[in-house]
């Protein structure tokens, strides 16, 4: 089987260059191009906040622990820009970080590399973006969770699998 459009799932781990480097080697393989994907979620903004705070950097983000990015119907006007504020940094920062990782994508040999930044949930993101480009695969990493985490938490590689419109590559990370 021959890939032509390979989409590569990454969190900003430390993990994420090995599941950079195994997509780099099979798209240079086949020659495919290779489509890299970062979700952004509350769960980033909640730790840019938390991260910013605990750096002494002024962050007026009083926190919102929802699964989507609604927002409650009363809230406080400061909460909502804190909120958009981090939001914005976060894509920005997502951004660069992909741009970097395209970077190497080229440099290793890949004839094409796009980044992707969406937001929302990550295997949602990742199973309708392989649709829309008809990859023939995807790549996701997955974390070294057990049972109770897992099933508390949830698996993004589990619902990718589960859900994907093509072949799925689940490294261990």
């Not at 989409?7 to 890299?36: H, M, P």
């Not at 929802?66 to 997502?94: H, Y």
Request: hydrophobic residues 45%; charged residues 20%.
């Amino acid at each position: 089987m021959a890939f032509k459009h390979i989409l590569l799932a990454l969190d900003r781990t430390d993990k994420a260059e090995q599941v950079l480097s195994a997509g780099i080697s099979i798209a240079a393989k086949y020659n495919a191009c290779l489509t890299l994907i970062h979700c952004v979620n509350d769960a980033n903004i909640m730790a840019a906040a938390s991260s910013a705070a605990s750096a002494g950097i002024g962050v007026p983000f009083t926190g919102m622990a929802t699964a989507t990015f609604a927002t409650p119907l009363e809230t406080d006007p400061r909460q909502d820009m804190a909120f958009q504020d981090n939001l914005d940094r976060e894509v920005s920062v997502a951004k660069d970080w992909l741009r970097r990782y395209v970077q190497k994508a080229y440099d290793a040999g890949c004839e094409e590399a796009l980044p992707v930044v969406r937001m929302g949930d990550p295997s949602t993101n990742i199973c309708e973006l392989a649709d829309e480009l008809e990859a023939d695969l995807i790549i996701v990493g997955r974390k070294d969770r057990s049972g109770l985490e897992e099933l508390v938490l949830g698996s993004v590689s589990s619902e990718v699998v589960h859900h994907a419109p093509c072949a799925v590559l689940v490294t261990q990370t």
